[in-house]
C-alpha cells in the first residue's frame, strides 16, 4: 500500500505542476507571448511523459493491492480505518488538483484560439490589401 500512496502522492505533486505550467501558458496566451507559449508546451509535454509513467506505475501497484480496474471511489470503498482516512484525502486532492488543471487548460486553450483567429484575420486583411494595391498597380508598371 506504501508504493501505491508515493505514487498517488506523487501524482498530487505532478498536476500541481502542470497547473503552474498552464496557468504560465494561459498568461503568456493573453499578453501574446508566443515563446513563452511554445516552452510551457515543452514543459508541459515532459509532464505528460512523467504522468504516462507515474500511471502505469499506479496500475502496477493498484493491480498487486487486489484493485485492478477499480475506481478511487471502489477503492475508497473496500478500506477502512486510518488507510481510508488518508486514501481519501489523497484521492480528493488529487481530484481537486485535476479539476484545476483542466479548467486552466480549458480557459488557456480558448486564449490560443483566439489569438489564433485574430493572427487568421489580420493575414487575411493584409492579402485583401495586397491584392488591391496589385490590381491598382498592375497596369501602370
Keep these: 500500500m506504501n508504493e501505491f500512496i508515493a505514487v498517488i502522492e506523487d501524482l498530487i505533486q505532478l498536476f500541481q ?22 516552452d510551457c508546451m515543452n514543459q508541459e509535454q515532459a509532464a505528460i511523459l512523467k504522468l ?5 506505475k ?28 488518508q486514501l481519501k484525502t489523497l484521492f480528493d486532492s488529487l481530484s ?24 487568421n484575420k489580420e493575414l487575411n486583411n493584409s492579402q485583401n490589401v495586397i491584392t488591391t494595391d496589385k490590381a491598382k498597380w498592375e497596369g501602370l508598371l
Design 17 to 38: 505542476e502542470l497547473v503552474h505550467i498552464e496557468q504560465a501558458k494561459l498568461d503568456a496566451a493573453a499578453k501574446n507571448r508566443i515563446t513563452h507559449v511554445e
Design 52 to 56: 504516462r509513467g507515474l500511471d502505469k
Design 58 to 85: 499506479r496500475e502496477t501497484y493498484q493491480e498487486q493491492l487486489g484493485y485492478k480496474d477499480h475506481t478511487f471511489q471502489q477503492i475508497l470503498s473496500k478500506t477502512s480505518g486510518a488507510e481510508h482516512n
Design 96 to 119: 481537486h488538483q485535476v479539476r484545476q488543471f483542466q479548467e486552466i487548460n480549458e480557459s488557456a486553450r480558448s486564449m490560443i484560439e483566439i489569438n489564433l483567429h485574430m493572427i
